[in-house]
Structure formats: C-alpha cells, structure tokens
C-alpha cells in the first residue's frame, strides 16, 4: 500500500471581486492529479508559480476539503478521517510566517508539542533534540520577533518534527536560507530518509530537487505533466546531451546551419556579454562535435564543453512545451 | 493543554504594548463615566454596584474586541491553519485563547475598582468574601465563553472580527453593567437572560452589597457551560465550512 494515493483530485477557489457589482470567478486550480507515494520514498512536486502545489499539499493535510477526487495518506481517507492524518503528518511551510512572535522559541515549541499530544515527559528531551538538530539550541529563550529569517525557518522544521511524524510535508522549505543553511537542510532531510519516513517536498530549486528526490511529478497549471525519476525525465529532454559553443557574431544562416547537421535536435542561442553561446541539443549516440566546428570556421570560437541536460533543462523544457 | 494555551496566550497577550496601552486607559473611563452618570450624592451602594459593573465592563471590553481579532491575527500570521491542523480538537485550542483574554481584563477590573477608590472616595466592602472570589473567576470565565463563541464563527467569515467590536457596547447595555435591567425595554429582557454575564455581575454585585449570589453564580456557570457546548458542536460546523471556502488563510 502506497503511504500517499492521490486520485483524480480537484480543487477550485471562488473568488469574488467587487464591492458593490460582486462577480464571482472560479479558478481550477488543481485540475484531476493522481500520484503515489511509497514509504520511505521522497517524492519531490515541481511547477512554476500558481501551478497548484501548494493547494495540492493543503488538500492532504486536511486543510482544504477537495472538490472532487479522493486522497489517502497512510491509507486513511484526508476528509473522512482527518484527525487519524493530523496525528501522523508534519507540515512545514516557508517563509517566516506561522510562529508566535512575542513567545520564544521554546514557547512555541511548547505549545506545539502540546497541540500534537507529544506527553508531557518525552516533551522536554525531544524539544531539546530538535533544536540541537536545527542549530538552535542556546538561541530557545529569545522571543521570534528578534529571529532572522533563516532561524525562523529551522524553528519551523523542528515544529514540523515535534511529534516524530510518520509522513512530511515541506512547501518550499529552503526557501530564505542561506546556501551553508539550506545544505544542512538537505543533510537533514536526508537523514529523516534514513529512518523511514516519507517526504513531500515540493522546490524551485532544480540542483535541490535533482540531490533529493527519488521521483518527481512537475505539474502546471493544475495538471501533471510528467513524473518519473530525475534521471526519466532528464531523458524526456529532446537530445540527451548538450554542447555549449561560445561564438562571436555569428549569423542566423550559420546557425540554420548547424541546425541542419544530422544528429543535431535544436539549437538555441543565448547572447552572453558579447559572445553568444550556441546550446546544442544531441542526441546522445551522434557525434557533432567536429561537424559543428567546421561550420563555424568563419566565425570565432570561444570555449566548447559538452554536458549532460540538468534536470533543470528537462524542466524548462517541460514547462514550455505544457 | 488547556493550562498551558491559556498560560502562553497569556505571555502573548501581556507582551502586546498597544493592548497594554488601551487596557489601562478604556476601564478607567468607563469607571469615570459611570461615576459622573449616578453622581457623588448617590449612596455607597449604587456606587459600589456601579463601580463594579464598570469594572466587569472592562473585562468584556477586553474579551470582545481581542477575541475576534486575535484570530485575525492568527490568520494574518500563519497559525491559524497549523492550529487546524493540529489533531486536538480545535475547540480546545481556542478556548484557552479566550479565557487568557478575559483574564487579562481582571487587571482592568482591579484598576476601576482602584481607580473609584482613590479618586471617587467608593470604598470596596465585600459583604461575602467567599462568594465574591467564586463569582468573579466565573464571571471572568464566562465572558471568555462567549468571547469563544465569537471567536468560532471569525474562523469561518474573514470579516467577522468587527463583529467583536460591534458587540462591544451593546452587551454592556444589555447585562445592565452600567445601568440596571429595569431601565431597558422589556424586549431586551430575554436576550439579557440568555447573557452569562447579566448573571454574572449579579452574582459580584450580590456577593459584595449582601445579597444571595449562589442562583445566579450557578445560572451564570450554567450558561457559561451552555456556550462551550453550543461553541464546540459548532466548531465542527465552521472548521468544515473553513476547510471547503479556503478562508483559513490569506494568500
Ligand atoms: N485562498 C485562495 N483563494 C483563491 N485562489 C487561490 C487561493 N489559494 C490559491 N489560489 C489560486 O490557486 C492557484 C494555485 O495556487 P497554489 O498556491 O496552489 O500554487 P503553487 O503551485 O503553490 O505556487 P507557488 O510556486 O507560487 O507557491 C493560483 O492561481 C492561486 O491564485
Ligand atoms: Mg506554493
């Protein structure tokens, strides 16, 4: 049984506008998603802005009630069974909203521990153990107004971990922590990997993605548009190799040129400075290297390198093409 | 759970400076108002019984205008849906939210009571010691109970937090904390009966002047019961409705 089942989920927003002329619109803003999870697995759901990743998430931690279309997490039903999910899911959201300001830090975990029926006794020692595992410990009894963004951040992850869930949920968690900081992160969610749990991560972090999810399902405007593994869908890409070629003034004949060669899937150009960069999709059996420099001898030729597709071009190119 | 929320909603509320501010100032004008309105030719007892209605005032002006706003405070700052998403019941976290604040108000009710003391020359007798440090803790708890209600249907309706100041000054009124009952029109009667707090400054005027106060503590207890119940069954109404409009958050 997989730990989160998602089937033909939908969810819409009424919005209303106007004060006096009230018009409702209604937005779709998921639009029939179906996914899985298995345990143990860290499931990553990429998308631009608006795609419905954050409405996706709040659906299966029961805050939103679907339109239509049904989740399970944990094989427990996310409207019928809320409280049975609750107890067994963490969230953790970023941005530094989401935390009692005029309390410290302590306070809120306190608080927290208590919401999430963590008892009395195990409260202290895990309290404790989540700081020091978020570099907090030593800062707990000064009060969050005075807290930067990024220590707001890791005091979320350790609310989110208060009551040793068995699943996660994290919107965007990196986001606002600095590079050594969002490192750590990764390190830490890695190690939750570790010891069985389950994580829904969703990033705009390609590099971040690519390092930590087993598979991921980029969805857009509502719908997914491809899932697999990173390594799947770097092979989606059409051309499984790229060749960057710095070139100086060169011409769009020449380019329709290169264009032409066989084995060549598109040519992009990128205008750098004042060089541009000739980004070579191939496919990876053909070799051009050489046939592409020779129809260059008319112009300049900067550095050459060859590379694989980031999973970041696999996105792009997904996105654009949805 | 329901010790600790009220202890740190509490902590929170204390360190707020400009409720601080406002619950310094609004009891003692209340007190003066209803000072000047019955006069210095009164006697003690239709002084005392206006100061400490006036003194309840501040504890209910506390309650109503904080209790809608502080779960739009909630809602602005993000907590409101991690509270929801919590597997306690939700009724037990917002409880706790509205007892601190009605706790709060007893500061304004010492301050009125200090305040006709020093400068109004109203001597506090306590006929019933007991029954008086009975009727005040209950009457501060059902003013959070109703402050409860309030604060339920705000989780729902984004706009429901000016309800609480709304309500402010009608509720005065109507529990008679600043004119008796018998001044109103006999309409307003029953919505008075129906008010925990009518009861409950009853049972503090009666404890204090010498009065029997113990029917109307237990019917002020009893409504104050009556109101967690009708707030908690309603919870679940409003939480579901929150859940399916998206109100819990603003994005
Ligand atoms: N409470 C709401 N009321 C109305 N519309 C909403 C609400 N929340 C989200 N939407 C709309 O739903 C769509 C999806 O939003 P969502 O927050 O799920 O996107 P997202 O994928 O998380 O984006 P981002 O990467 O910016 O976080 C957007 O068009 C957004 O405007
Ligand atoms: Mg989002």
Redesign the pocket.
Known sequence: MSVIEVADLRRS???RSGVFHRTKTD?E??RGVSFSVEAGELFGLL????????????MLITLLLPTSGSARVLGRDVVTEAREVRRRIGYVFGGDRGLYERLSALDNLRYFAELYGVSPREQKPRIAQLLEMVGLDGREKERVEGYSRGMRQRLHIARGLLHDPDVLFL??PTIGIDPVGARELRTTIGSLLAVGKTVLL?T?YMFEADELCDRIAV?AA?QIIAAGTPRELKAQVPGSRVLEVEVFGVDDETVAVVRRIDGVRSVVVEERGHAQVLLVSVASDAEVTQPVLSCLSGVTVGRVSSREPTLEDAYVELVRSA | MLVLGWWLNLKILARSAFDGVLGVVWPLFFATIAFFMYGQGSSDTTLLSASLGASVMGVWSATSTSASSAIQRQRRQGTLELLVAAPRHFSLVLLPITVAMSTIGLYSMVATLLWGRFLFGIHVTIASLPAFALAVPITVVSVGMLGFLLSVTVVRYRTAWALGNALEYPVWLVCGFLVPLQVLPDWVRPISWLLAPTWGINAIRESALGGNPWPDLALCAGLAGVYAAVGVAFTNTVLHSARSR??L???
């Open positions: 927003y009424t919005q937005v803003a998921v998308g631009p802005n608006g795609a419905g990743k954050t409405t996706t998430i709040k919107d965007e969703t705009h969805i509502g | 998206a109100t958050a603003l994005t």
